[in-house]
Each structure stands twice: as C-alpha cells, then as structure tokens.
T-cell receptor, first 115, second 108 residues
C-alpha cells in the first residue's frame, strides 16, 4: 500500500462541472502539497499546507480551491475549469516543512481532462 | 527567482553509464533532490545532497557543487527498467521546486 493515496486516478469533467480531488497520507507527516504536472513543463507547486494551515498559494487561479481538514487529508476542489487545466495533479507529503533532507512522498496522481 | 535546467532527453544502452546534469539558480537552498518517475506513476525519491561531493547508493550516485549551482545523477550498469524521467529538484523555502525532467531511454 502506497503511503500517499489519491482518488480518483482519472477524471473527465466539463467546464461547468464541480469536482474534488482527494489525497490521503498514512505516513504521519505534517506537510502536504498539491503539484500540477503538464506535458513538457516542470512540476508546478500549487499549494502548501503545514499542520492543516495553508502556508503558500503559488498564484493559483481561484477556480482551484484547496482544503485540508486534518493533517492526513488534502482536497482540491475544482469548478469552472478551462481545457488548459487538463494535467496530472500530484499530491505529496513530507515529515515537516522546509527543513533540510525533508523528502517528499508523492501519490500516483489524478489525470484530469477538462472538456 | 528559481531556475532549474536539465537536458530534455537522453538515450543509452543496457550496461552503460549515463550522467544526467542539472544546474540551478535559486533564491534559497536547503538541498538538491533527484526523483525518478516512470510513465503514469508517482515520482519516487532517489537521492539527496546538501553538502558538496558525491553520494553513492548502489547503481545510482549523485554529485553536488554548491558554488557552481550544479548537480549530476550518475546511473551505472543501466537496465531497461531505468527508462524513466529523472527530476532534479531544489528545496528552497517551503517546498521542492522541480526542473522539467530528463527522459532517459535505455535500449538493448
């Protein structure tokens, strides 16, 4: 069983839909992250949470809304997305935030297609 | 600002040695990571350097020169299963900042 689990693995949604991506970590980590991975682009950091508090919002449009109800769960709520938002969305967690040698563990990602 | 550069693609043959270079220019530095990502899978941790020098882990080694803003990942005795993307990442501030990744194709 992987330490970081994301659901769903694949999602197709229309531009007027509302959907949510879910991430759960079973590692006892205090920090969680959302990254976006598009073709031919580096992994882009979207949001950072530490102990359920958002510490970074990397200029992400408001149509992406994160939620962290506890240190084990992270959601990404999606509404009125655009086709260019189609990408692989990766969740990650780490023991603590920003310290040296703080390895990040990634989930398998959600492949999102906006039609 | 943050800028991490690595080659887009590399090819090699089974049993060979390949070196994947990474240069970085970032506003902070807490360590340099290498991750491996197979198509359709999660990135997985390979190595970490925070001090200058070489870190060896079996067939994989990673080198760091902080003064030059330079790292490389060395893969020895290549196997077909090593075909993947290799991501260089700098820990600067709150999270990892990634390069575009190098897609390595290993042929027989």
């Amino acid at each position: 069983e992987t330490g970081v689990t994301q659901t769903p693995r694949h999602l197709v949604m229309g531009m007027t839909n509302k959907k949510s991506l879910k991430c759960e970590q079973h590692l006892g980590h205090n920090a969680m992250y959302w990254y976006k991975q598009s073709a031919k682009k580096p992994l882009e950091l979207m949001f950072v949470y530490s102990l359920e508090e958002r510490v970074e919002n990397n200029s992400v449009p408001s149509r992406f809304s994160p939620e962290c109800p506890n240190s084990s769960h992270l959601f990404l709520h999606l509404h009125t997305l655009q086709p260019e938002d189609s990408a692989l969305y990766l969740c990650a967690s780490s023991r603590n935030l920003g310290q040296t040698n703080t390895e990040a563990f990634f989930g398998q990602g959600t492949r999102l297609t906006v039609v | 600002g943050q800028n991490i550069d690595q080659p887009t693609e590399m090819t090699a043959t089974e049993g060979a040695i390949v070196q994947i270079n990474c240069t970085y220019q970032t506003s902070g530095f807490n360590g340099l990571f290498w991750y491996q990502q197979h198509a359709g899978e999660a990135p997985t941790f390979l190595s970490y350097n925070v001090l200058d020098g070489l870190e060896e882990k079996g067939r994989f080694s990673s080198f760091l020169s902080r003064s030059k803003g330079y790292s490389y990942l060395l893969l020895k005795e290549l196997q077909m299963k090593d075909s993947a993307s290799y991501l260089c990442a700098n820990q600067a501030g709150t999270a990892l900042i990634f390069g575009k990744g190098t897609t390595l194709s290993v042929s027989s």
